[in-house]
């Protein structure tokens, strides 16, 4: 003897999707807050991480280049090296010159056409990763080469720069 099954009746299978219903909401709810949770967290620490990475004192080790308009003769600019450029979350101070709060808004740029655009200079002579990560700190710009590195903007001359150890 084959057993039927018993059809549920219409209002018992209206309460399963209605409960089905509801279970898919608050599962897409916990997946929206969990997916937002971790997008926001990397870029809190991609931030800090950033700022981590740029503040400290930095040795001008060699002029690069210079942008098409500049405030430094090539041999201003060869006098400044060894000279300490400091990167602090409230100033940035070079010498004499304190340029005051600084923000540390990063974007990674292909540096082609960002030097270009922004500082009308060729990418040529400063061997920049593509992409690279520019820093702009209000007063000036950095762009990080590599761990311990920088390449530092300064009166229209690109300084080469390691960081000095504390």
């Known amino acids: 003897m084959i057993k039927k099954r018993r059809r549920p009746r219409v209002n018992e299978e209206i309460e399963n999707v209605i409960s089905r219903s509801i279970l898919t909401q608050q599962v897409k709810s916990i997946l929206f807050v969990a ?3 971790m997008i926001a967290v990397p870029f809190a620490q991609a931030s ?3 700022e981590r990475r740029v503040t400290g004192e930095w040795r001008f080790t060699a002029a690069l280049d210079g942008a098409e ?3 430094l003769d090539e ?3 060869h006098a ?4 300490i450029f400091t990167i602090r979350k409230d100033k940035v101070e070079f010498g004499e010159r304190d340029c005051g709060e600084t923000g540390f808004e990063a974007q990674k740029v292909e540096p082609g056409m960002h030097l270009r655009v922004s500082f009308h200079a060729s990418a040529k002579a400063l061997r920049l990763p593509n992409p690279v990560t520019v820093v702009d700190l209000n007063c000036t710009s950095v762009f990080i080469t590599k761990p311990k590195h920088l390449i530092i903007f300064w009166q229209g001359w690109f300084f080469d720069a390691v960081r000095v150890k504390n």
């Open 35 to 37: 997916a937002v949770s």
């Open 48 to 50: 800090d991480s950033i």
């Open 69 to 71: 308009i500049v405030a």
């Open 75 to 77: 041999h201003e600019a």
């Open 80 to 83: 400044l090296l060894g000279q």
